[in-house]
């Protein structure tokens, strides 16, 4: 039999439409007032623990949803907030990102999650669609935006949380830690080892302007100390095997000491500085940063820096959550230092 015939000898069944169910059906299962469920959905807090509890129950018997945006974006306001990243594949935003989202859930708020690709035209695109939802606030990555993202946020009076960098112009509240003291301190480690040249490796620091951050505070640490040092970079992804086409071009001029944007190209420098047979520090000292779970692990383990990635979440989590975020136009913005940690270990 042909497929088509197939299709049409099947009996037709009729969708039964279904009712939906409101917040005076959920109120009245309750037995409470419409109100004590808005109040619940908004801020479950508010209410006792007895009233929550017939309310939850209430809500899973009849399969309740909120409608938000057709029941006023004032609701959606107070339980929606738009976290935009640069990238998910990035090991330290994907942290941020879990553990805010447990920590908002824990206040009665749910997160939609984008990420830019290091673009700010894209992460414009994510925030003007963020906004439509009337976010109880929009958290974004790092302290540069183009000026349309800017105006939109300004203009439309909602909190913002700027995370993982200080130091630059925030436009409420700024979550982070300079990256630039970040570099410096690394250039310090590699000073008071007595490494007398240096490079800094970097992948898109054209897009990722916090690891440029860092190539610039290390380069200016070691002009300081009149120890030469010198930029190596490229727009390819930073990843392990971009960590090898950066230590190639290095051994055109080689250098004693070599710190990385990440720990993932510090992998791939230490892979083919062992292929090649180049003893790591003896010959080579190296560098990372982020701290990821394998430096440790490596062979010398890693020197690197470690961030508060969990910190940066709590804290985001906490001026969202204690309304601490104005949203006010003619307030002073404010930076809250999570600080990092200089994890200094055999390889530099």
């Known amino acids: 039999m042909a497929s088509g015939d197939f299709n049409h000898s099947r009996p037709q069944r009729k969708r039964r439409k279904m009712q939906r169910v409101t917040m005076t059906d959920v109120a009245n299962t309750a037995d409470v007032s419409p109100s004590t469920v808005s ?16 309310v939850r129950r209430a809500i899973d018997d009849l399969g309740y949803v909120p409608n938000y945006v057709a029941g006023g974006l004032a609701a959606a306001g107070s339980r929606v907030v ?31 999650v984008g990420h830019s690709e290091y673009s700010l035209d894209q992460e414009e695109a994510l925030v003007r669609a963020a906004l439509s939802w009337a976010p109880a606030a929009v958290v974004l990555t790092g302290c540069r935006h183009n000026d349309a993202t800017r105006k939109l946020l300004i203009r439309s009076q909602t909190p913002v949380v700027e995370m993982w960098e200080l130091g630059g112009d925030p436009i409420d509240q700024a979550v982070g830690f300079s990256h630039e003291q970040v570099g410096r301190h690394i250039a310090q480690r590699f000073i008071d080892q007595g490494y007398e040249s240096a490079a800094f490796l970097g992948a898109r620091l054209d897009e990722d302007f916090r690891a440029a951050q860092r190539s610039q505070g290390f380069l200016a640490e ?24 950066l230590f190639e071009e290095l051994c055109m001029a080689p250098v004693r000491a070599v710190a990385c944007s990440n720990d993932m190209i510090a992998l791939g420098v230490l892979f083919e500085a062992q292929r090649r047979g180049l003893s790591i520090p003896t010959q080579l000292a190296l560098a990372g940063f982020g701290d990821l779970d394998f430096a440790a692990q490596m062979v010398p383990p890693l020197t690197t820096v470690r961030p508060s990635a969990d910190k940066i979440a709590r804290k985001v989590a906490e001026c969202i959550l204690s309304r601490d975020v104005s949203g006010d136009d003619e307030s002073r913005p404010v930076e809250h230092d999570t600080g990092f940690t200089l994890v200094p270990r055999a390889s530099g």
């Open 82 to 112: 738009s976290v935009i990243v640069p990238s998910l594949r990035n090991a330290f935003f994907s942290e941020t990102v879990s553990e805010l989202e447990r920590l908002l859930a824990r206040g009665g708020l749910q997160t939609l």
């Open 222 to 245: 070691m002009e300081a100390a009149g120890v030469p040092a010198r930029l190596i970079e490229n727009n390819a992804p930073a990843s392990t095997s971009n960590g090898v086409r």
């Open 39 to 54: 109040l619940y959905l908004r801020k479950p807090s508010a209410v006792s623990e007895r009233i929550a509890i017939r």
